[in-house]
């Protein structure tokens, strides 16, 4: 009988929520915002500093459906946090974070209320930062650079799966939240070093979990607590990636992509920035990662159940081009 009053379209309805309501939730898409600038880099130069910056804030304004860019990057993070950058520096200038991304990233945090005290750049090593471009400081009134093998590790071992590791003490107790900055680029071991593994960066003994092409242990160390709760987004400079010959810089194998890759999930970051290495490296008649039997199965074992970081299926991963 029809509740009184109720005409057969409202009762209509009223059944078509309630068969709704019984049914399995849609599973979020996972966004990923492939940004580019052709004349990013003018005749393979250095990168245009401005052009950088605006396509940075097309980038977070598109990864947060954010009204303005000072609105996106209020969401990444708060007054009063201190906010990590943790970049990769391990191949010197050419093939780590560009330095003209970290100031651009700066800037934009700055405007945003993070001070210059509550921001710093990390990585493993001191001279792995100098190497890269960047000047080692450590004054509380600045912006902070500073490698793990000066700020030490925590004397207790974190543990997840296959993966024992003291965590970096600038992740632990130096950071509210963190910002990844890998590269896109080829890695000879492990297939890809994008967002997954560049925490690699925060633990002690990375050398140990490179077999079997890094799977399970890139998804595992990401797994370690202080970098699951604190990564907030991964913004990873695809200027000049590398198809082959990685993760050393090998200029012979970058080409100018002239782009960057954010997404706040970083399974799918990763999918999407080995696809387009495989597509280079197909232009350059060289053969598929799998092929080379370093194909990054480690990117799947991060969304399975154990895991769940992110989506394993490429259908729920929402590419948006800007």
């Not at 001279?127 to 093998?149: M, P, Q, T």
């Not at 092409?213 to 990873?236: E, F, H, S, T």
């Amino acid at each position: 009988m029809n509740p009184p009053g109720a005409s057969r379209r409202t009762v209509l309805r009223l059944c078509f929520a309630g068969a709704l309501a019984g049914q399995p939730a849609a599973r979020a898409k996972s966004r990923v915002v492939i940004a580019r600038d052709p004349q990013l880099r003018p005749a393979g130069g250095a990168a245009d500093s401005g052009r950088l910056l605006k396509l940075l804030d097309t980038a977070l304004q598109s990864t947060y459906d954010a009204d303005s860019p000072l609105e996106a990057w209020k969401k990444v993070a708060r007054p009063g946090e201190v906010v990590g950058l943790k970049v990769n520096c391990l191949a010197g200038r050419g093939a780590s974070t560009n330095p003209l991304l970290v100031e651009a990233i700066c800037e934009r945090l700055q405007q945003a209320g993070i001070p210059q005290k509550d921001i710093v750049i990390w990585d493993r090593l001191n001279a792995d930062l100098e190497h890269a471009g960047f000047k080692v400081a450590s004054r509380k009134d600045r912006i902070r650079f500073v490698g793990n093998d000066a700020a030490g590790y925590e004397p207790e071992l974190a543990l997840f799966g296959g993966v024992g590791s003291l965590v970096s003490k600038t992740l632990t107790r130096g950071c509210d939240a963190v910002i990844n900055l890998p590269v896109l680029k080829d890695h000879g071991i492990v297939g890809v070093t994008m967002a997954l593994k560049n925490l690699f960066g925060a633990i002690h003994n990375p050398n140990k979990y490179h077999l079997d092409a890094g799977d399970p242990y890139v998804a595992d160390a990401y797994m370690l607590p202080p970098i699951r709760q604190k990564v907030r987004i991964a913004i990873c400079d695809a200027i000049a990636p590398q198809y082959e010959g990685g993760p050393s810089y090998m200029p012979q194998w970058a080409w100018p992509y002239n782009g960057l890759l954010v997404a706040r999930g970083p399974r799918a970051l990763d999918y999407t920035g080995w696809q387009i290495i495989e597509r280079q490296r197909a232009a350059k008649g060289l053969p598929t990662l799998r092929a080379a039997k370093r194909e990054p199965a480690y990117i799947a074992r991060a969304a399975d159940a154990q895991h769940r970081i992110g989506t394993n299926d490429p259908g729920l991963i929402e590419k948006v081009e800007v």
